[in-house]
């Protein structure tokens, strides 16, 4: 495995680092077996792990308890030393729709991989779904693929350059990687916090409805059409496309009041925007007009949110060289 591991084998400690995502088209859809379009952002988790006396995440002794996703990514990389002292430091906003959860669990599975002998790309995200799936009982492997393959993807779109497939056993969701049409975003979080397990299970109950079939039908067109527009590397389509996404998703219900306030501060600044992950609280995306990034930044800000201007990760999640102590 160490040879051709994406991630290489190393000895403690070690620091994990992994990007945010943000999805662009098909949230929720991409559950059903939608296609999904989403790109690693440049806000960062890093997890740095070595062995210790006892377990500990940030100074809790019982961090099984208290993190849904720890206990299953530890016994996943099991046997590593049962006793590890793990700390963080991230930028991506918690449960915000960005895959803080994600990029943490992509982190630490890094570290953890690392410490196995190393770990090819693609199997990294496989078991970081897997990581995922066992804490959150629902979803798609959207967020973790793209935080372990960085840059940009789809998911369930045929005819792109494959990178892996994924799969929980009832439904396959193949993973592809996309061009980046070379853009800078701008992300607004609402500061509303939300469960993803909470709005998937609502919105599956909503197309389990008899018009289901028919929304998912426009989630796919337009997702498609979404997709056409990046590789024509169109703002204005792309912009066009968003709005009718956001539509879509306020029709199956989890727009919130917050966004849309968000939404309409930040248009007149943007070719289009829209709520991105989960919803129902959370985060917009919205994509600027050549020089307004910053102006789309201030409007956000005026309204309350925490407003960042972001680019794609260039990679995804990776190892980096441990901090090395000098006090001794
Ligand atoms: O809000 P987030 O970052 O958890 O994104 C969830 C995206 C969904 O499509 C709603 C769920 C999923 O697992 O794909």
Same mark, same amino acid.
């Given at each position: 495995?160490?040879?051709?591991?994406?991630?290489?084998?190393?000895?403690?400690?070690?620091?994990?680092?992994?990007?945010?995502?943000?999805?662009?088209?098909?949230?929720?859809?991409?559950?059903?077996?939608?296609?999904?379009?989403?790109?690693?952002?440049?806000?960062?988790?890093?997890?740095?792990?070595?062995?210790?006396?006892?377990?500990?995440?940030?100074?809790?002794?019982?961090?099984?308890?208290?993190?849904?996703?720890?206990?299953?990514?530890?016994?996943?990389?099991?046997?590593?030393?049962?006793?590890?002292?793990?700390?963080? @430091?991230? &930028?991506?906003?918690?449960? !915000?729709?960005?895959?803080? =959860?994600?990029?943490?669990? #992509? /982190?630490?599975? *890094?570290? $953890?991989?690392?410490?196995?002998?190393?770990?090819?790309?693609?199997?990294?995200?496989?078991?970081?779904?897997?990581?995922?799936?066992?804490?959150?009982?629902?979803?798609?492997?959207?967020?973790?693929?793209?935080?372990?393959?960085?840059?940009?993807?789809?998911?369930?779109?045929?005819?792109?350059?494959?990178?892996?497939?994924?799969?929980?056993?009832?439904?396959?969701?193949?993973?592809?990687?996309?061009?980046?049409?070379?853009?800078?975003?701008?992300?607004?979080?609402?500061? @509303?916090? &939300?469960?993803?397990?909470? !709005?998937?299970?609502?919105? =599956?109950?909503?197309?389990? #409805? /008899?018009?289901? *079939?028919? $929304?998912?039908?426009?989630?796919?067109?337009?997702?498609?059409?979404?997709?056409?527009?990046?590789?024509?590397?169109?703002?204005?389509?792309?912009?066009?496309?968003?709005?009718?996404?956001?539509?879509?998703?306020?029709?199956?219900?989890?727009?919130?009041?917050?966004?849309?306030?968000?939404?309409?501060?930040?248009?007149?600044?943007?070719?289009?925007?829209?709520?991105?992950?989960?919803?129902?609280?959370?985060?917009?995306?919205?994509?600027?007009?050549?020089?307004?990034?910053?102006?789309?930044?201030?409007?956000?800000?005026?309204?309350?949110?925490?407003?960042?201007?972001?680019?794609? /990760?260039?990679?995804?999640?990776?190892?980096?060289?441990?901090?090395?102590?000098?006090?001794?």
């Amino acid at each position: 495995m160490a040879e051709t591991a994406d991630v290489p084998a190393r000895s403690f400690p070690l620091v994990g680092r992994a990007p945010a995502k943000c999805i662009l088209f098909g949230e929720h859809a991409v559950v059903h077996g939608g296609p999904e379009v989403l790109f690693a952002v440049d806000l960062y988790t890093q997890v740095s792990v070595r062995p210790a006396e006892h377990l500990s995440l940030n100074g809790d002794r019982e961090p099984r308890a208290h993190h849904p996703y720890l206990g299953p990514a530890l016994d996943r990389f099991a046997p590593v030393p049962p006793h590890l002292e793990i700390r963080t @430091i991230s &930028r991506i906003p918690r449960a !915000a729709g960005l895959g803080s =959860s994600a990029a943490f669990v #992509a /982190a630490l599975s *890094a570290a $953890l991989a690392s410490a196995r002998g190393g770990i090819t790309r693609a199997a990294l995200a496989a078991e970081c779904f897997a990581i995922e799936r066992a804490a959150q009982g629902v979803g798609s492997p959207g967020d973790t693929s793209a935080t372990v393959a960085g840059r940009w993807v789809s998911l369930n779109v045929g005819g792109a350059e494959p990178l892996w497939e994924i799969s929980d056993g009832q439904r396959s969701w193949p993973v592809c990687r996309i061009a980046d049409p070379g853009w800078s975003w701008v992300i607004g979080y609402s500061g @509303i916090p &939300r469960s993803t397990g909470k !709005a998937v299970r609502a919105v =599956s109950e909503r197309l389990a #409805a /008899a018009d289901g *079939a028919s $929304l998912l039908e426009r989630f796919r067109s337009v997702a498609l059409r979404g997709l056409d527009a990046l590789r024509e590397v169109d703002p204005e389509a792309v912009g066009r496309l968003m709005e009718e996404n956001h539509r879509l998703l306020t029709e199956v219900g989890v727009s919130h009041p917050r966004l849309e306030a968000l939404l309409e501060a930040v248009r007149p600044a943007c070719y289009g925007a829209k709520l991105t992950g989960a919803g129902a609280g959370g985060s917009i995306i919205a994509l600027p007009r050549p020089g307004h990034a910053l102006e789309a930044v201030r409007r956000l800000t005026r309204v309350g949110a925490a407003a960042f201007s972001v680019t794609v /990760a260039p990679e995804g999640a990776s190892l980096l060289e441990p901090p090395v102590r000098t006090d001794r």
